[in-house]
């Protein structure tokens, strides 16, 4: 598997604060394009960002436990090596989209299928963009889980550790059910974890893709936010550098 690296242009000498992004496809389609959009614009503003691969359905044969292993790794990786490729390994955050986004919540609090007893790196921030948070019968992944849809599943493990959260969400998303982001926001609330929850009214899944809506609306709206939540922790520096739409 590969990391694909967006490196700020201007870096200076001194470290710098990264993310590490997960693609959407239902652990079984997709690539590490997906979120090249984002990555592109937060090198610009002075962080590194990483897109990873990881085996998928489609291309390696594999169930979603293979890719859960790799989203683990990879960010054991960056947490070992990061320092070679000038991030602050100290601040290192992790997002993605629908599966993407439960592969991120797995680098946090799924350590159940670890293949060895390895040092774990916590994230210390999570981007979630329409994320996969319960893959029991009541969410979506149950059949390609199999025996392991709950010990796979984010919401039934959470735990007052986990870093600071924000979430992206569209009220009428029927593949990941509003209900479930609903149950997860009150759990992170009750655990004392900081998190923060946009729903957008009338919005299905993927809304938030680059060119999903007349010019570009939701990916600008959630980029927007996704700055202003990495400023916020420390990652970024400053405000966004384009404008949000209203």
């Known amino acids: 598997m590969k990391l694909h690296i967006y490196s700020p242009q201007s870096k200076g000498d001194e470290p710098t604060p990264a993310i590490l992004f997960f693609f959407g496809g239902g652990w079984s389609s997709g690539n590490h394009l997906h979120f090249a959009p984002h990555s592109k614009y937060l090198a610009s503003r002075g962080m590194v960002a990483i897109t990873a691969d990881y085996r998928v359905k489609n291309q390696h044969g594999t169930t979603p436990i293979e890719a859960i292993q790799d989203a683990r790794d990879a960010l054991r990786y ?32 799924i350590n159940h299928f670890d293949t060895e007893d390895k040092s774990l790196y916590q994230p210390k921030a999570l981007v979630l963009y329409n994320p996969v948070v319960n893959t029991t019968s009541e969410g979506y992944g149950a059949k390609a889980m199999g025996p392991d849809s ?23 998303d029927t593949t990941v059910p509003i209900a479930n982001i609903n149950e997860l926001e009150t759990k992170m609330d009750s655990l004392g974890v900081a998190s923060t929850v946009y729903i957008y009214p009338n919005q299905k899944h993927g809304f938030f893709n680059l060119g999903r809506q007349p010019a570009h609306r939701y990916f600008l709206e959630t980029l927007y936010r996704t700055d202003q939540f990495l400023a916020e922790h420390k990652f970024l520096v400053g405000k966004p550098t384009f404008n949000r739409i209203k």
């Open 78 to 109: 960056l947490a070992k090596h990061g320092t070679e490729m000038g991030i602050d390994t100290s601040q290192i955050a992790v997002g993605g989209g629908s599966a993407g986004g439960h592969l991120a919540l797995c680098t946090a609090l």
């Open 150 to 172: 709950l010990r796979a599943s984010p919401v039934h493990h959470l735990k007052p550790s986990m870093p600071p959260t924000v979430i992206f969400h569209g009220e009428q």
